[in-house]
């Protein structure tokens, strides 16, 4: 069996800013829910 480590919040949010910053395409990038809004309920399982 392989295992890959988990990337952490950290790593795919720079992901996520490398990426859309590199791209000429991409104009904006918006997030919204528990990861950026302290008013919202975190929960459990978390997406990107």
């Known amino acids: ?3 890959v ?3 952490t919040e ?3 949010m720079d992901l996520i800013i490398t990426f ?3 791209d000429h ?3 904006g990038l918006l997030m ?3 990861r950026v809004n302290p008013n919202i ?3 459990g399982h978390k997406s990107f």
């Open 20 to 22: 859309a910053k590199q």
């Open 25 to 27: 395409r991409i104009r």
């Open 32 to 34: 919204n829910g528990s």
């Open 1 to 3: 069996m392989i295992y």
């Open 10 to 12: 950290q790593e795919m």
């Open 41 to 43: 309920k975190a929960k």
């Open 5 to 7: 480590k988990m990337r």
